[in-house]
Every structure is written in structure tokens, then in C-alpha cells.
């Protein structure tokens, strides 16, 4: 079943309101959102799946000198919505204006007449309005005066506390995209728009597809086994490099670098997600650039041998 994206709160068409709506930013859907939004299809099974979240992050908002820290960005955050049987994304654009609403019209003109809502439900911490000053015991009487049904539930554990965001970024700025994939419920990916780079890859034997971290956080540098989704829907090994070249040393930003090992062909301003699954080894200078190449080929023969296992169960 499709996913429908509203890009607001007003003007929501008939077919979308009556819905039972998650809120929350939603960065990096993992298991801990995971775990709410089956908790709310369970209280509620008749109604239909929804979710009310921000675009931007209110961090990019109220802290835009912070270095690029998202899981997801709006369109991978959709896809994994729609994995997990959302029907409805109510994406509300996060800015000045919005970020001084008061909770009170946050619950009765957003949730209550905008979106007409029915059900809600949201972690035990959940604050919004203006300077956060609606929590759940206040949505709690909010909602029971207007008719709103509300499940609040409790955060998702194990042994090293609550599934969380935060937790799921610290993984992957240590290199653990493995143990971020656990925690996420699948492999975490990097999607963008191929761009031109310098073309360099392809003289050292090896052309790449160059595509901007943008927004996304930046792990950890260095080569990683990936694989990569094509806009065709087709999913192909590769390897990928991310950081900012030390032995080119071409002073740019950090960039995500992939090798496609089984591919021949154009791939500029396509659409690629690319899911990153092990840390190979870590950025480093080499002495020079044939060094540096036969470095390269050593790294595409242990993406291949680990996508290899990966496939047949054993890593």
C-alpha cells in the first residue's frame, strides 16, 4: 500500500484525517520507533497507521552551527515509514514561525483540526510548543477534552538502555555500521545525487560515483563494503570510500565515494542509497598515487569477499 507525504498541517484532504498518528522526529526510524509504531497499530488496529513528524530537525533549526548530524533525510525517512506500514507522513515544515507555536494550538489547531487526528501516541519524553513547554502530561489532559485517544509508550531497551538516535550516531562515528544496523533494523545508507568529481578514480582504474554528504552525519572515515540501490531498483556490491582523500589531499569537504564492482555505465545525476555494512580499514595517506591503487584493489577484492559472506549468512 502506498504511502501518502503531506508536506503540512492544513488543507489535509478527507481521506487522510481520522488517522492514529505517531509523533516524533524521527531520525533514523529504528527499532525504538519501530517498537511505538507497533505499539499504536496494536492499541488502535482500526484505524489507519500515521506519523507527525518535523522537516527540518529542530536541531538544524536552533543550532544550525552543529556539523551535519541526520540518520535520515525525508525521503529515506519515507521509505522506511512505509516498511514498517505507515500509510501517512504528516511532514511539518519546522521553522521560526512553527518553532513559537504554543503547545496549546500545537494539540488543537495541528493534531486536533488540521490533521484530524484520532489516536496519538508518543514516547514518555516527548516535548513540543514553544520553548518545549507542552509534555505528555499535558497532551495527556489536551487530548482527553478533545476526544483524542493517547497511548504513551515506553522507550525500547536493551541491556545497554534505550534504542535512541544518539546511540545509533555514536556507533557510526566509532566504524560499527554493523551494530548500527542491529539497532536500525537494516543496514544504514547515504542517499544523494551522483556529481561530477575529478574524474580521478577512473584514471587510477576505478571510477567512482561521487555524492555529497549534505546533511548526513559523517561517519567514520575510511573504506567500507556497501551495496548500492540504483533508481532502477537493482542492488549491487561495492566499495566506498568516505573522507577527504589524504593522499590527493585536494582540501575539499568529506565525500562519499562508491565503486560499483559489478557495473559498467553512466550514473550521473541518478539517485543512488548507499548502505554501508562493514569498516574495511580506516582513512590514511599513502606514499603515492600507485600505492594508493594497488591499495584500491586490495579493498574491492575484501568488499567482495564480505558481501560474499554477507550473503550466505555468515557475518
Known amino acids: 500500500m502506498k504511502t501518502h507525504l503531506h508536506t503540512g498541517w492544513r488543507h489535509i484532504p478527507a481521506e487522510a484525517r481520522g488517522m492514529a498518528a505517531a509523533l516524533g522526529n524521527f531520525d533514523g526510524v529504528h527499532?525504538?520507533?519501530a517498537h511505538l509504531l507497533h505499539t499504536l497499530h496494536a492499541a488502535r488496529p482500526d484505524l489507519g497507521l500515521a506519523v507527525v513528524t518535523f522537516e527540518p530537525h529542530p536541531r538544524e533549526l536552533f543550532r544550525p552551527q552543529d556539523p551535519p548530524f541526520r540518520l535520515t533525510l525525508p525521503d529515506e525517512r519515507l521509505s522506511a515509514l512505509s516498511a514498517l506500514g505507515v500509510r501517512h507522513v504528516f511532514q511539518i515544515p519546522f521553522d521560526a514561525a512553527f518553532s513559537a507555536?504554543?503547545?496549546?494550538?500545537?494539540?488543537t489547531d495541528v493534531l486536533h483540526e488540521g490533521l484530524g487526528l484520532r489516536h496519538l501516541a508518543c514516547g514518555a519524553d516527548f516535548a513540543f510548543g514553544h520553548r518545549r513547554g507542552g509534555n505528555v502530561t499535558f497532551l495527556s489532559e489536551r487530548a482527553?477534552?478533545?476526544g483524542l485517544g493517547l497511548t504513551v509508550v515506553p522507550a525500547l531497551a536493551d541491556a545497554g538502555g534505550p534504542y535512541s538516535s544518539t546511540r545509533i550516531?555514536?556507533?557510526?562515528?566509532?566504524g560499527y555500521p554493523e551494530r548500527a544496523a542491529e539497532e536500525l533494523g537494516r543496514p544504514w545508507s547515504i542517499r544523494g545525487v551522483v556529481q561530477h568529481g575529478d574524474k580521478r578514480g577512473r584514471l587510477l582504474g576505478f571510477p567512482t560515483a561521487n555524492i555529497p554528504l549534505g546533511r548526513?552525519?559523517?561517519?567514520?572515515?575510511g573504506v567500507y563494503a556497501v551495496t548500492v540501490r540504483l533508481t532502477d531498483g537493482r542492488s549491487l556490491p561495492g566499495v566506498a570510500n568516505i573522507g577527504r582523500r589524504p593522499t590527493i589531499d585536494d582540501g575539499q569537504e568529506s565525500r562519499l565515494e562508491v565503486h560499483l564492482l559489478d557495473f559498467e555505465g553512466g550514473l550521473y545525476d541518478q539517485t543512488l542509497s548507499v548502505a554501508l555494512h562493514d569498516l574495511l580499514r580506516e582513512e590514511r595517506r599513502f606514499t603515492g598515487l600507485d600505492a594508493l591503487k594497488t591499495q584500491i584493489a586490495l579493498d574491492a577484492t575484501a568488499a567482495r569477499a564480505y558481501l560474499a559472506e554477507m550473503l550466505r549468512g555468515r557475518v
Open 101 to 107: 507555536m504554543s503547545a496549546e494550538r500545537f494539540v
Open 169 to 174: 550516531r555514536r556507533l557510526l562515528q566509532d
Open 31 to 33: 527499532l525504538g520507533h
Open 144 to 146: 482527553e477534552e478533545l
Open 216 to 221: 548526513h552525519l559523517e561517519p567514520a572515515r
